[in-house]
């Protein structure tokens, strides 16, 4: 996602996994970790959208996010085939949802529908963003996952404030 996506001079970071309850309106705690990553102001707010990639998956990032991955997508120039599909799959699809006082976001019932989310909700932290599964969905997810990864190795990271 966004590459310099910073709150103050704190990169964000989501990650570990927390499974919450959603009741029947749709609303669900935002786990306080997550909360913590967020911007403090007067509209916290978090954007979601299906997942291209991650099938019954829903992600999410903030509004820097939001506008890094908007100028990502139009660096495909106006009316190719890619800005088209991402422009409508990610930026036509996403929601804003705003962030209450208590901590909870409402998911929007087709999104809830779409991914399989009835009475549970999985947030899985994933560095700049974070998704939201249905939990049998991720466990199936994280399972072929699991089968693909044999032989993988990270890239060494470059120096902290050293430019790409």
Not at 10 to 24: I, P, Y
Not at 77 to 86: R, S, V, W
Not at 121 to 131: S, Y
Request: aromatic share 10%; with cysteine.
């Amino acid at each position: 996602m966004a590459e310099n996506a910073e709150i103050g001079n704190a990169m964000l970071l989501f990650t570990g996994e927390h499974r919450n309850k959603v009741d029947r309106k749709g609303r669900v705690s935002l786990p306080s970790d997550f909360r913590a990553e967020l911007p403090e102001g007067e509209e916290r707010v978090i954007y979601i959208y299906p997942s291209p990639k991650r099938k019954m998956a829903l992600e999410a990032i903030n509004r820097a996010q939001l506008e890094a991955l908007s100028e990502s997508i139009d660096s495909f120039g106006i009316y190719t085939p890619e800005q088209e599909y991402f422009s409508s799959t990610i930026l036509g699809r996403a929601r804003k949802l705003s962030i209450d006082g208590e901590g909870r976001i409402v998911l929007p019932d087709d999104f809830r529908e779409a991914s399989e989310i009835a009475d549970a909700a999985l947030f899985v932290g994933a560095g700049k963003q974070f998704h939201i599964w249905c939990p049998d969905r991720y466990a199936e997810y994280a399972t072929s996952v699991q089968q693909l990864s044999p032989g993988f190795s990270l890239p060494a990271a470059p120096p902290r404030g050293a430019s790409s």
